[in-house]
């Protein structure tokens, strides 16, 4: 397949601007200039994620469960699970977008409250979520540029609240749109995350929420009872730590009939478990439907990216670049966000 995914220069048109916000925040938190490493996705076809071809792939594994992990010194804003702020800093009302309800339901939302309030008790921080997942959520395209400050909201200026709150503390490599995932590692099914890397993730963040995505690579090498058995497993296991699960359908597989196949009945497992379960859902396969290609690169598998003659730009939120897969689950993920934070 052909390889593609964002390179580390910064879009043309933030640039200048981002500049001067790097700079403005090297002095505020010592280190949060520092450049994310490119991801380091493999060149396997069922588990590379997308990468641009004119920048060298950076070959650092991904961290493993190897004890006890390093913990950052941030010290946890001393709020109740919400932002503190949010009355002056929350948008006036939800934006919509399709693959996001527009309200979550009172179960739901019940149950958010149940998960955040085991939460503070357990230390978690408010401020900071996970990224759980395969390549599709390892990729730099995934946050990656949000955290670094190079998008275009457009006419979704109101989630800048959500970035400015997600964004305030600094974790081991960035904040939590661009730091790395121990448990977010191409070619990665639900099996390995339940192999360790999710609880170290989960120990060493300590986060209050999780976006997690699993599914691409469990239809090459697992079956839905399996399926469904990891993925319930894998919401026990945050929610017993205070974590509220994020989940998220997966994108179609064009590169095969049965891959097809299985691809819708894996995601009608997903919608089930959050259904009965009150677990937030971010219907990332809805949103792509509308899209050229269902939002897909030329493999089938992963998502493609907006370009501006040639520079990848996944977190532009225009007309033109919400055709692509990446932008969509940059801003369904943004406003999924919006919606937890907005929960009192």
């Not at 505020?28 to 590379?48: I, V």
């Amino acid at each position: 397949m052909k390889p593609d995914r964002a390179q580390d220069r910064p879009p043309r048109h933030a640039r200048a601007l981002c500049g001067t916000l790097a700079l403005a925040l090297q002095a505020l938190l010592p280190g949060c200039g520092e450049a994310l490493p490119p991801d380091g996705d493999s060149g396997a076809r069922d588990t590379a994620a997308p990468m641009d071809t004119t920048t060298p792939a950076d070959t650092t594994m991904a961290p493993t469960d190897t004890g006890t992990p390093p913990r950052d010194t941030t010290v946890p804003p001393a709020d109740t699970g919400r932002d503190a702020d949010r009355p002056d800093t929350a948008p006036a009302g939800p934006t919509l977008v399709v693959g996001v309800p527009n309200a979550l339901d009172p179960a739901t939302v019940a149950h958010v409250q149940e998960v955040r309030r085991r939460g503070v008790t357990m230390g978690n921080r408010p401020d900071v979520f996970a990224k759980i997942g395969d390549s599709i959520t390892e990729s730099r395209s995934f946050l990656g540029d949000i955290g670094d400050g190079f998008y275009m909201l457009g006419r979704f200026s109101g989630l800048q609240p959500t970035i400015d709150f997600f964004g305030r503390v600094m974790l081991f490599k960035g904040n939590s749109f661009r730091h790395p995932s121990a448990s977010a590692t191409a070619g990665w099914t639900s099996d390995d995350a339940l192999a360790g890397p999710l609880l170290t993730e989960l120990s060493a963040l300590r986060p209050m929420y999780a976006i997690v995505m699993y599914g691409t690579n469990d239809i090459d090498r697992s079956n839905i009872t399996r399926y469904t058995a990891n993925m319930n497993r894998i919401v026990d296991l945050c929610e017993a730590r205070g974590t509220v699960v994020l989940l998220s359908t997966i994108p179609d597989r064009t590169d095969g009939a049965n891959e097809g196949r299985l691809a819708l009945q894996f995601n009608d497992v997903l919608r089930r478990l959050a259904a009965t379960r009150r677990v937030p859902l971010i219907d990332f396969w809805q949103a792509l439907q509308p899209l050229p290609r269902r939002g897909l690169d030329e493999d089938g598998i992963h998502p493609n990216i907006f370009r501006d003659e040639g520079d990848p730009q996944s977190a532009t939120f225009t007309d033109e670049s919400l055709r692509f897969g990446y932008n969509q689950r940059n801003l369904t993920a943004l406003v999924m966000l919006e919606r937890i934070r907005a929960i009192p």
